[in-house]
């Protein structure tokens, strides 16, 4: 069965500093890979797609993500950070098994002035 | 294009009523998928529809269910509401279509937060 884990539940940073979220699955067959942020009182926002080819995927905002399937992680990152980027971010992996996007538990990105 | 809607945005409901939420998806959509967050549970997949028939299901018990319309919207049903069914839920929609999106890519309503007392 498919599973991730985020193993930062929550992440402070200072604003123009960079960050990484890291996200780790597991997975006996191929999948596809997002992430997904939620801001405060809000749904989740799609910010980047891993499906196949090029292992570095760039997303909205600034964000980008590297797959890396030796190490089994699609961690998020981002060179320079806003105060409009404090939110909960999300990994999902979609597994062809399962038909379902499984969710990790999510890290609250506290930016800093 | 217009976003997911849900309605309400806010309900308060008392232990043992049940309660309806609707969805609407993104236009040309026929995927609709519903999600329990909790701060203890984190995000939780609850079941998904397509053309109107249940296509998955995640693990609750009986009192929630779910419907699809022809025009793709959605309601989800709670009975006999418990103190822990209280959280957000959410609606998500998707193409669902070989060939157009990705699977798992899917577009999120801003939900709808039920309180239980």
């Known amino acids: 069965a498919q599973s991730v884990t985020q193993l930062d539940s929550q992440v402070p940073v200072f604003e123009e500093a960079p960050v990484e979220l890291r996200c780790n699955y597991s997975?006996?067959?191929?999948?596809?890979l997002f992430w997904y942020v939620q801001y405060p009182n809000q749904g989740l926002q799609l910010l980047l797609k891993?499906?196949?080819?090029?292992?570095l995927v760039k997303g909205i905002n600034g964000f980008e993500a590297e797959f890396n399937k030796s190490q089994t992680s699609f961690h998020l990152r981002k060179p320079s950070v806003h105060i409009s980027d404090t939110a909960e971010y999300f990994c999902?992996?979609?597994?062809?098994?399962?038909?379902?996007?499984?969710f990790g538990t999510g890290t609250l990105l506290a930016v800093q002035p | 294009k217009a976003g997911v809607t849900q309605t309400p945005r806010y309900l308060i409901k008392t232990r043992g009523q049940q309660v309806t939420l609707s969805c609407s998806p993104i236009s040309g959509h026929r995927s609709v998928s519903w999600y329990q967050q909790t701060p203890g549970q984190g995000l939780q997949f609850l079941f998904e529809?397509?053309?109107?028939?249940?296509?998955n299901k995640g693990n609750f018990p009986g009192r929630f269910s779910g419907r699809q319309f022809s025009n793709s919207r959605s309601e989800m049903n709670v009975s006999t509401l418990e103190l822990g069914d209280s959280a957000l839920y959410l609606c998500a929609s998707s193409l669902s279509v070989r060939g157009q999106g990705a699977p798992g890519e899917q577009y999120f309503g801003p939900g709808t937060r039920l309180t239980v007392t």
């Open positions: 529809y397509f053309s109107e028939t249940q296509r």
């Open positions: 999902a992996v979609w597994g062809g098994a399962t038909n379902k996007l499984i």
């Open positions: 891993y499906l196949s080819g090029s292992t």
């Open positions: 997975s006996s067959v191929s999948v596809y």
